[in-house]
């Protein structure tokens, strides 16, 4: 059953301020591992789980027409608002049925999302809309590392704290799954043999964010949505201003929160696998 963690506007605006856009390199890799074995036209390709469209638009200027889909409305009206390309459009929609006819698309995408999937439902889907030598791109981000000279150690461990301790219980287990675990259980295998890991340091992105955007990074997390639910307001400002202030306090400045910026580091991981060519579903 599709997860509904991420269907509110308030939420959908929230992530669509703070979560980051993917690294140039890592779509560049993708394309060069699709162009290895397809020479034709780059016709149309697909984000499934798009969120706000952050992972969406980084395909447009390889494919001639590209879709982003989300199971929720919430998150596509954002990706609407958001979006400055001619030849992109969201639709509404499951994972677990592309609104594609057979052998249709050259690459199929999901950023950050398929650990919210009916994951074989998912893939078997794929492997419908994928033309004969087209590619799944399954990626995503760690836990962000925020990067402050000698604070970089503390600051890393608040987000740890905050992260792990204080919103531990309200954390799905798919969030783990991607944010911790970096998708190394079997359940993300790809479904093809020919198939390339990305674990290292080669492509991440650096979001230079100050104190009070850092804290309102938390609040994209499900989480700390689940939190806020389950407690209320006050608890979950509170939180929150915990949070600012041991920050701010490791930081030792003397300016608002508003005024301190700090670096965040996501860096990023990718399973790419290809559909046999020659080979039909
Ligand atoms: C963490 S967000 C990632 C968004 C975006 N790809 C990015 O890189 O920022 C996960 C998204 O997956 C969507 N989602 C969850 N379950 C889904 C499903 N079964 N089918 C399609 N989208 C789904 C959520 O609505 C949410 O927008």
């Known amino acids: 059953m599709a997860n509904r963690f991420f269907e509110g506007v308030a939420h959908a605006a929230v992530y669509a301020k703070f979560r980051p856009s993917p690294p140039p390199s890592i779509i560049e890799r993708v394309m060069a591992f699709?162009?290895?074995?397809?020479?034709?036209?780059?016709?149309?390709?697909?984000?499934v789980g798009c969120g706000s469209g952050q992972s969406t638009q980084i395909l447009a200027p390889y494919f001639t027409s590209v879709t982003g889909?989300?199971?929720?409305?919430?998150?596509?009206?954002?990706?609407?608002?958001?979006?400055?390309?001619?030849?992109?459009?969201?639709?509404?929609?499951?994972a677990e049925k592309l609104p594609f006819p057979d052998s249709s698309q050259l690459l199929v995408t999901s950023c950050q999302a398929c650990h919210w999937f009916d994951i074989p439902?998912?893939?078997?889907?794929?492997?419908?809309?994928?033309v004969p030598g087209g590619v799944l791109a399954v990626y995503g981000y760690l836990f962000p590392r925020p990067i402050c000279e000698d604070a970089t150690g503390k600051l890393s461990e608040i987000v740890d704290h905050?992260?792990?301790k204080k919103l531990g219980r309200y954390i799905h287990q798919g969030s783990k799954e991607v944010y911790l675990e970096n998708y190394m259980s079997d359940k993300f295998k790809l479904i093809y043999e020919e198939q390339v890991e990305i674990r290292d340091d080669t492509h991440y992105v650096d979001k230079v964010a100050?104190?009070?955007?850092?804290?309102?990074?938390?609040?994209?997390?499900?989480?700390?949505?689940?939190?806020?639910?389950?407690?209320?307001?006050?608890?979950?400002?509170?939180?929150?201003?915990?949070?600012?202030?041991?920050?701010?306090?490791?930081?030792?400045?003397?300016?608002?929160?508003?005024?301190?910026?700090?670096?965040?580091r996501y860096r990023y991981f990718l399973l790419m696998g290809?559909?046999?060519?020659?080979?039909?579903?």
């Open 34 to 47: 699709l162009k290895e074995k397809y020479s034709g036209a780059l016709t149309s390709a697909c984000d």
């Open 210 to 264: 100050s104190v009070t955007e850092l804290t309102g990074y938390i609040t994209s997390w499900s989480g700390f949505q689940n939190f806020y639910k389950q407690n209320g307001d006050d608890a979950a400002s509170q939180l929150l201003q915990r949070f600012q202030n041991r920050i701010m306090s490791a930081l030792q400045v003397s300016t608002s929160p508003e005024e301190t910026k700090v670096c965040l």
């Open 162 to 164: 905050m992260y792990k």
């Open 274 to 281: 290809r559909k046999p060519v020659g080979m039909m579903s």
């Open 121 to 130: 439902q998912f893939y078997k889907e794929v492997d419908r809309v994928l």
């Open 69 to 94: 889909l989300d199971v929720s409305q919430a998150q596509i009206t954002e990706a609407i608002k958001l979006n400055n390309r001619n030849n992109v459009s969201f639709k509404v929609s499951g």
